[in-house]
């Protein structure tokens, strides 16, 4: 889908490679990360024990498999001997962490973090190629690519477009490297959607297999293997037999992980989160969207009045104030509810603690009405079902951390990057009208 941008570039490529290559590099080599040898994260492996690291945790099962052969036991067993904190069944995890072994070594930080810093860097050609497949602008996926690897203080000022800078994953992490596992299953999910986008189905279902083989998390790449074929109208063109092949699939994957064992099966279990919803809000919301659910009141009084200000109807400022003065009134009794308070003090939570967010709300709002006018609104449909399905592993497990939201985090960035392109058009078109209008009057 093309999308009139006015922000694609008609120089060579060569230029925007540039950029690109730029970016990754300003993130991975700065100043405190210039030499692994004595970077804080080689001081920080070597200082670890094996009970602290899950790449360390598999040193114990990964030296029981002496031969490459006799990893494909992994195939039908869990990755690790200790299944009390995480019975998993990741067959080609184990068997890129065994090779990765004989490479390196077990306790050679330097060559993990090379292969991290490898990895990364196609992570981050992938997430800049779903972003170029989505809006067909190369200076969109540089501007999406910027947005990922910026830190959370860079980010900071761009809360109000649905980002949460305190849980960003750039490509240094502030506590330490995103995991392999979710790098590798990370880049085979988006190369999933981008080859079904592309019509090459059959690639793309065995690169979802590998996805989900890689690590739990992938099996959203069938899902969205699916909605892209949706999307762009290939669902009757697609052969049955290709359906039937994903379903063998599927049913392959469920039994090679029922063989590996009773504490797989039931790890699965023990694992989902109580808190499904606030896991998900946490993973899918910006910082607005999640201070505004504390404040009702505040929120209903900035839905009011931004409603107040686009009624095109007439009506005179008056009764518009008037119409402002009772939201706020309601909005006072819903905040009084909400906090189990008198309506007095309810309002008193609105002007207060709850003024900040009912205006970043405000213009939140504001800032959506502008983004859904500038792009078609299935791309918007789709993009954001690319960041709620993706969140949905992070929800579901109580013990996964912030790692496990990156590939939301990355489909949030395509969506900031749009926001930051709309708002840069109609401020710059706004300024050539008010240009124009000032020199007629002249």
Same mark, same amino acid.
């Not at 994957?253 to 989902?272: D, I, S, Y």
């Not at 792009?375 to 690319?386: D, F, M, R, S, V």
């Given at each position: !889908?093309?999308?009139?941008?006015?922000?694609?570039?008609?120089?060579?490529?060569?230029?925007?490679?540039?950029?690109?290559?730029?970016?990754?590099?300003? *993130?991975?080599? +700065?100043?405190?990360?210039?030499?692994?040898?004595?970077?804080?994260?080689?001081?920080?492996?070597?200082? @670890?024990?094996?009970?602290?690291?899950?790449?360390?945790?598999?040193?114990?099962?990964?030296?029981?498999?002496?031969?490459?052969?006799?990893?494909?036991?992994?195939?039908?067993?869990?990755?690790?001997?200790?299944?009390?904190?995480?019975?998993?069944?990741?067959?080609?995890?184990?068997?890129? !962490?065994?090779?990765?072994? $004989?490479?390196?070594?077990? &306790?050679?930080?330097?060559?993990?973090?090379?292969?991290?810093?490898?990895?990364?860097?196609?992570?981050?050609?992938?997430?800049?190629?779903?972003?170029?497949?989505?809006?067909?602008?190369?200076? #969109?996926?540089?501007?999406?690519?910027?947005?990922?690897?910026?830190?959370?203080?860079?980010?900071?000022?761009?809360?109000?477009?649905?980002?949460?800078? *305190?849980?960003?994953?750039?490509?240094?992490?502030?506590?330490?490297?995103?995991?392999?596992?979710?790098?590798?299953?990370?880049?085979?999910?988006?190369?999933?959607?981008?080859? /079904?986008?592309?019509?090459?189905?059959?690639?793309?279902?065995?690169?979802?297999?590998?996805?989900? =083989?890689?690590?739990?998390?992938?099996?959203?790449?069938?899902?969205?293997?699916?909605?892209?074929?949706?999307?762009?109208?290939?669902?009757?063109?697609?052969?049955?037999?290709?359906?039937?092949?994903?379903?063998?699939?599927?049913?392959?994957?469920?039994?090679?992980?029922?063989?590996?064992?009773?504490?797989?099966?039931?790890?699965?279990?023990?694992? #989902?989160?109580?808190?499904?919803?606030?896991?998900?809000?946490?993973?899918?919301?910006?910082?607005?969207?999640?201070?505004?659910?504390?404040?009702?009141?505040?929120?209903?009084?900035?839905?009011?009045?931004?409603?107040?200000?686009?009624?095109?109807?007439?009506?005179?400022?008056?009764?518009?104030?008037?119409?402002?003065?009772?939201?706020?009134?309601?909005?006072?009794?819903? $905040?009084?509810?909400? +906090?189990?308070?008198?309506?007095?003090?309810?309002?008193?939570? #609105?002007?207060?603690?709850?003024?900040?967010?009912?205006?970043?709300?405000?213009?939140?709002?504001?800032? @959506?009405?502008?983004?859904?006018?500038?792009?078609?609104?299935?791309?918007?449909?789709?993009?954001?079902?690319?960041?709620?399905? %993706?969140?949905?592993?992070?929800?579901?497990?109580?013990?996964?951390?912030?790692? %496990?939201?990156?590939? =939301?985090?990355?489909?949030?960035?395509?969506?900031?990057? #749009? *926001?930051?392109?709309?708002?840069?058009?109609?401020?710059?078109?706004?300024?050539?009208?008010?240009?124009? &209008?000032?020199?007629?009057? /002249?």
């Amino acid at each position: !889908m093309t999308l009139p941008l006015g922000f694609e570039s008609r120089k060579p490529l060569l230029h925007v490679l540039i950029c690109l290559v730029l970016i990754v590099l300003g *993130s991975i080599f +700065s100043p405190a990360h210039t030499s692994f040898g004595d970077s804080p994260h080689t001081d920080y492996v070597r200082s @670890m024990q094996p009970v602290q690291w899950d790449y360390l945790q598999l040193e114990k099962s990964l030296e029981a498999r002496p031969t490459f052969t006799s990893t494909f036991d992994y195939w039908v067993s869990p990755w690790r001997f200790d299944l009390k904190e995480a019975p998993y069944w990741r067959p080609l995890t184990m068997q890129a !962490m065994w090779l990765e072994k $004989q490479a390196f070594g077990m &306790r050679n930080p330097n060559g993990w973090l090379w292969v991290t810093t490898l990895c990364n860097a196609v992570y981050l050609g992938l997430i800049a190629a779903t972003a170029f497949t989505l809006t067909r602008s190369r200076w #969109m996926s540089v501007i999406t690519l910027a947005l990922f690897v910026a830190t959370p203080g860079v980010l900071e000022w761009l809360r109000i477009l649905q980002f949460n800078p *305190s849980s960003s994953n750039g490509l240094l992490l502030e506590g330490g490297w995103l995991d392999q596992p979710d790098i590798w299953a990370n880049c085979c999910i988006l190369g999933a959607i981008l080859l /079904a986008y592309h019509r090459k189905l059959w690639p793309a279902l065995l690169v979802a297999t590998a996805a989900t =083989t890689f690590k739990e998390s992938g099996f959203v790449a069938f899902l969205f293997a699916f909605g892209v074929i949706a999307f762009t109208g290939q669902v009757k063109r697609t052969p049955w037999h290709f359906y039937l092949a994903v379903g063998t699939v599927l049913f392959a994957l469920f039994a090679l992980r029922w063989q590996a064992g009773p504490e797989v099966r039931a790890g699965g279990a023990t694992m #989902m989160s109580k808190y499904i919803w606030v896991r998900f809000q946490g993973g899918v919301a910006g910082v607005i969207l999640q201070e505004a659910q504390w404040f009702w009141g505040a929120g209903l009084a900035a839905l009011s009045a931004f409603v107040l200000l686009r009624w095109k109807r007439p009506t005179s400022v008056v009764g518009r104030f008037c119409l402002f003065v009772f939201a706020v009134g309601i909005g006072a009794v819903i $905040q009084a509810i909400q +906090s189990r308070t008198v309506p007095s003090a309810g309002l008193v939570i #609105m002007l207060t603690p709850g003024l900040r967010p009912g205006f970043l709300f405000f213009g939140w709002l504001w800032i @959506m009405t502008i983004v859904c006018k500038r792009y078609p609104l299935p791309l918007l449909g789709a993009i954001l079902g690319l960041i709620v399905i %993706s969140a949905m592993p992070y929800a579901m497990s109580r013990t996964a951390g912030w790692h %496990s939201i990156s590939l =939301t985090r990355s489909f949030q960035a395509i969506f900031v990057a #749009m *926001s930051v392109v709309a708002l840069a058009q109609f401020i710059s078109e706004s300024a050539r009208t008010r240009c124009g &209008r000032t020199a007629i009057v /002249a």
